[in-house]
């Protein structure tokens, strides 16, 4: 289905961008080279009010910082990462996208090769907000939304625990909050910290060693958090199939089997990290990722934001492993005030075996991209902006849907900051009026 003000992520351009992404006529430099010369357009001087698009010039001046996005730093982004990830598929998908779409505009007469340059550029600049709309949106407004609730958040996530199964409907066991925090000793692998409610041998022996003992609350963070699917303004069914059509095509092979999977994996242990209050949040929020080494469970943590509090680590690369067996006999001690996260909610839950699986190296890649686009592009500080800007009427803030970001955002013509803020303003100058 072909969504208002989608031009290119419709049924008819997603058919034949498969069709030239399988073309084994084409090979993987023919393409690239093909998609950086088109790409050129938009570095050009004439059009550099289409490669920084007018939404993002519009935001602007209601944010106190630099919004660094372009559409040419989009298109860099993606090839970056897809570098720096090993994603050559992903890559190539980038630049057969690049090349339909540039095909598109020209086969459309043009009165002059400046015109046709424009409309290739704008054609280019509309491809990379729908890109940004459904690769990356909902998946910033859904992290930063965990950031917002943290407080309240619950051990087993989207359930209460007395409808938490014991298993998915592929038969990955579920685990509890505990069995984490064994599997990683009760300490964060990036801050160091100890959690408070660990076991009293644990903390004996920690103290009575050389060096300062970091002690604070761990909390759970999921990997992959798909966007809620629920509410008025959730994601829709055709949303959803963009963006994990393009996810999937983006992070091949290390691709994620449809959003559905992972809503059924969220308390999977291969989609759980344990980490301190900061570290969570920034991870959540997209300022740091994961970078896989050749070594099985071995990470580079990569850090974009540092000026920000939870990305600070005390080594990299960290190496992940199950230490389960090791706190097998021993329990959390009981907590000193009520927690929100680490508690076991269900005891009556059955022991979990050990071997625990390991965080996902193919999950954290996909973390790592989404990451390494939204910070390299510098779109995440224009869905800063509009976070913050909005900050003060969170109702405002556009659904976590790529049709919602482009509706209220890309496509919006007026001077606020998302077509929602103008409607509210409308409502309550009527209510005004009418009193």
């Not at 970078?291 to 934001?305: D, S």
């Not at 005891?347 to 989404?370: F, I, K, M, N, Y």
Request: hydrophobic residues 40%; negative net charge.
């Amino acid at each position: 289905m072909m969504h208002s003000n989608t031009l290119f992520f419709g049924d008819t351009f997603t058919r034949d961008l498969d069709l030239l992404v399988r073309d084994s006529s084409l090979s993987d430099s023919d393409l690239y080279n093909d998609a950086k010369r088109h790409l050129q357009v938009l570095v050009h001087p004439s059009f550099a009010d289409i490669d920084q698009p007018a939404w993002v010039r519009r935001i602007q001046p209601f944010y106190g910082f630099s919004i660094t996005y372009s559409s040419s730093k989009l298109f860099d982004a993606l090839y970056q990462t897809a570098d720096e990830l090993g994603l050559a598929s992903g890559k190539r998908y980038v630049s057969a996208a690049v090349c339909l779409c540039a095909r598109r505009t020209e086969t459309e007469a043009a009165a002059s090769l400046e015109d046709a340059s424009k409309r290739k550029a704008e054609a280019l600049s509309q491809l990379a907000s729908e890109w940004i709309a459904f690769m990356l949106w909902p998946f910033f407004i859904e992290g930063n939304k965990v950031v917002g609730e943290f407080s309240e958040q619950a051990s087993y996530y989207e359930l209460p625990p007395e409808q938490m199964p014991s298993q998915n409907r592929n038969g990955r066991l579920l685990v509890d909050s505990e069995h984490l925090l064994k599997r990683c000793g009760y300490t964060c692998f990036m801050t160091g910290a100890v959690h408070n409610c660990a076991p009293s041998e644990l903390l004996a022996e920690l103290f009575d060693g050389p060096g300062l003992v970091h002690i604070s609350n761990l909390y759970v963070a999921q990997i992959f958090r798909p966007p809620s699917a629920t509410g008025e303004r959730g994601i829709r069914d055709e949303d959803e199939t963009i963006t994990s059509d393009i996810l999937r095509h983006f992070c091949y092979p290390f691709h994620v089997d449809g959003i559905e999977v992972i809503k059924e994996g969220v308390t999977e242990a291969r989609n759980s990290l344990v980490m301190s209050a900061n570290a969570c949040m920034t991870f959540n929020s997209f300022r740091w990722c994961l970078h896989p080494t050749p070594v099985p469970n071995q990470y580079h943590i990569n850090v974009y934001q540092r000026n920000w509090v939870g990305t600070q680590y005390v080594a990299s690369p960290v190496t992940f492993k199950d230490l389960s067996s090791e706190y097998s006999s021993k329990t959390l001690r009981a907590p000193t005030r009520p927690f929100n996260f680490l508690e076991d909610r269900n005891p009556t839950r059955p022991p979990c075996a050990h071997d625990l699986d390991l965080p996902s190296a193919d999950l954290l890649r996909v973390h790592a991209a989404l990451t390494g686009v939204l910070q390299l592009s510098g779109v995440i500080t224009a869905f800063d902006a509009i976070r913050a800007s909005l900050s003060f009427a969170k109702s405002c803030i556009p659904g976590a849907s790529g049709s919602a970001f482009l509706e209220s955002v890309v496509a919006y013509e007026g001077r606020e900051v998302c077509a929602e803020v103008e409607e509210e303003m409308s409502v309550e100058e009527a209510v005004e009026d009418s009193d």
